[in-house]
């Protein structure tokens, strides 16, 4: 398949590494960037100079800043190219929805990289939590922070948190009943470099935290079951989930001279052994199957998913900003 990258940097570059293995069907042939121009291939620095190639084009990786998505991957999908596109897919609900109405009426594919859903470990703790190995789940903290980058088209909640609701999507099928947050701002900037967030559902509590002005890299997902907790360490790949037997006990009377209503159940801690394959390669692989019309795709990652994820991000940007 005739294959064209638009969007050739930061993350650009792991495309363009996938892209090119043989083990896929893809051929990289085009590149459309502002700024960068790779010799290997015929290059363009806008859509209209690409206009009279497009028929030649079977598929596109879309990695551009946030806000030029919906003008780009609308384009694309008019000249009847499927579509892989970088999270999130737009930052507001009815562009979303209108993308996906044009690839539907065109017929192609079109697929938000939501990285994280093709995570082995993600994908674990998922099955642990929907077969009750935790018990009830009650409660998720996620926590994204690092030292850049720092964006200037869109805030830290639709750079960062993005991945965190995504995967909360995917872990909960529940109704959100109450959310709330809160933000910084560093500069002149209109655009919260630090994001908290609070999200009710029936009967668990989430808690988000993402920032690009923390001095360490940290991508932990914490969880509370009934019966047991995890730890999830994207940054450890040699133990990346740790489960511990350990839950809180409810005494129906107080205890002793804490006074607590509550004692603790402490056991081993296990580390599952995974294999690891690299995300974004698994992320290519279910494009090219969707395109394929396969039956082997990520069933995690879908237009529900994605939609939903844009629309909880799209009212908690309102409320930051009220």
Do not use: C
């Amino acid at each position: 398949m005739n294959t064209l990258l638009v969007g050739a940097g930061y993350w650009g570059k792991n495309f363009i590494r996938i892209l090119e293995k043989e083990s896929n069907q893809f051929e990289l042939k085009y590149i459309l960037d502002t700024q960068t121009e790779i010799p290997e291939y015929i290059s363009f620095s806008n859509l209209e100079d690409l206009e009279k190639y497009t028929e030649d084009i079977d598929a596109a990786v879309v990695s551009t800043p946030t806000k030029t998505h919906y003008d780009i991957v609308k384009f694309l999908l008019k000249h009847s190219i499927n579509v892989l596109v970088e999270k999130p897919l737009t930052t507001n609900l009815k562009e979303a929805k209108e993308l996906y109405d044009l690839a539907s009426e065109k017929n192609k594919v079109l697929l938000t990289d939501h990285t994280f859903l093709y995570n082995s470990s993600i994908n674990y703790i998922k099955e642990l939590i929907e077969n009750k190995g935790i018990g009830e789940l009650l409660h998720i903290s996620f926590e994204r922070t690092n030292l850049g980058p720092i964006r200037s088209d869109v805030s830290s909640l639709w750079d960062l948190a993005t991945h965190d609701i995504a995967i909360m999507n995917a872990f909960i099928k529940d109704e959100i009943i109450q959310s709330s947050i809160s933000g910084y701002i560093k500069g002149d900037s209109d655009l919260h470099d630090i994001v908290n967030v609070s999200i009710n559902f029936p009967s668990i509590f989430v808690s988000i935290f993402a920032s690009w002005l923390h001095p360490e890299k940290s991508r932990k997902i914490k969880i509370v079951g009934s019966e047991k907790m995890i730890i999830y360490d994207d940054i450890n790949n040699n133990e990346p989930i740790k489960i511990f037997n350990k839950k809180v006990n409810d005494f129906s009377e107080k205890n002793n001279y804490f006074g607590s209503i509550f004692n603790f159940s402490i056991g081993d801690v296990v580390s599952p052994y995974l294999e690891l394959k690299e995300p974004l390669v698994e992320v290519v692989k279910d494009f090219e199957n969707r395109i394929n019309d396969s039956k082997d795709i990520n069933n995690l990652n879908t237009k529900e998913l994605t939609l939903k994820t844009i629309k909880i991000l799209e009212d908690l940007d309102i409320q930051l900003n009220d």
